[in-house]
């Protein structure tokens, strides 16, 4: 019985919701491990589509153990107003289990968030403006508040105002805001205290006494490979460890224990926010690919960039990850195109890259080196089998799966949990 991880291969929205959902009731557990409600995993199950951000997808199969692991950022109240939503829908959420070292997000990181992207003008990151960022930063500087400091009101309000002894002076000196007060803060974390009491647990002792039992562990990223701090676009990046690697640190189960490393990716490539984009497309094909692939952030609703698929940075996410298979998505958005060019390499001020250049100014300048491979026009979105799908998208799959260097398992041919063609087990 598999412990798998799921992480983005390009910057984001590859569809690891889907993906995740997919594995559905074999799965036991199904933990968040790293970002907080930066994320919008979307599922859709039937008729009934669910957007979420900060709980895990296995949230919507019974029997699955949904749990928000020590390396998530939480907002107290994102938390409570998702969950009193899918109540609302018939989906129980009493299984949810949030780590009580997990940090949470404070309503003055909100704010700091918004008004040092505004500060940065042109170098603005683009970020969500959930407060992510600040609250990482404070997890790294050790002033940062946890799910367990809830549960002892003087020594939270301790920490507020340690906190705040730093964050008002810059608040108010810096970027002339008002002044956040200490016992404002307190009380209104310490309203959630005895609602999120009941989730609280050791994540990390239950995991790996799942383990032990031959369960099932999903660890499913937010983010992806290419907003990861470490080995992303910095600083075009999210805060947090996306990668695969993540896993463990934000969970509390070590890398022995990992048996799979799946890759999601999008047969083109997506980003919201700013930073580089080697293969964006500023056209109509960027245009079309946006309204046919409906790519509108889930989280922001910002129109996402749209771009041809790129192998370099498939490479690349197989290798920072230790890919052992690639989930291919949205494979149906290319149906209709007469030729559909993937990059294979970069021309960086004219010398050629095979992998992606070491720093980032050279990235900035990368043009993509296209292969043009023949496209097809029947509809593919009933496919279940490879067999299904037209020659040339076949061959699409198998140039892609070449050029990346990691078998595809499974091809996404529509929005549903059913429009998938599996072609292996990822539990197996
Ligand atoms: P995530 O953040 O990686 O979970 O991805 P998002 O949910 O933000 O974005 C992926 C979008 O693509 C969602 O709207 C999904 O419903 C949709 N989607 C996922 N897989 C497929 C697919 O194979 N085909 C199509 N057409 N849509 C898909
Ligand atoms: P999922 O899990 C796509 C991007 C933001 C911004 C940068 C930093 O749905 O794939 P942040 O608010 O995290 O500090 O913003 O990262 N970003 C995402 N882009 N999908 C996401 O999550 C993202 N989460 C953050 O747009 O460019
Ligand atoms: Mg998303």
Redesign the pocket.
Known sequence: MPAVVVV?AQ????G??KATDQLGSRVDYVVKFN?GN????TVVVGDEKYALHLLPSGILSPGCTPVIGNGVVVDLEVLFEEIDGLNARGVDTSRLLVSASAHIIPPYNRTL?KVTERFLGKRQ??????G??PTYADKMNRVGIRVQDLFDSSILRQKVEGALAQKNQMLVKVFNRRAVDVDEITDELLSYAERVRPMVADSALVLNQALDDGRTVVFE????TM?DVDHGTYP?????S?TAAGACTGSGVGPTRIDRVVGVIKAYT??????PFPTELDDDMGERLRQVGGEY????G?P?RTGWYDAVVARYATRINGLTDLVLTKLDVLTGLEKVPVCVAYDVDGVRHDEMPIDQSAFHHARPVYAELDGWSEDISGARTFEDLPVNAQRYVLALEEMSGTRISSIGVGPDREATIVRHDLLD
């Not at 930066?38 to 995993?41: D, P, R, S």
């Not at 990151?125 to 959930?130: A, E, F, H, S």
């Open positions: 983005g910057w984001g929205d590859e690891k919701g970002g930066n994320a919008g995993h968030d990151i683009g970020t969500t403006g959930r992510i960022g990223a937010g983010q992806a907003l075009f990046v999210t805060s947090s996306a997506t980003r919201v926010g700013e930073g952030g889930t989280t922001t910002r996402r």
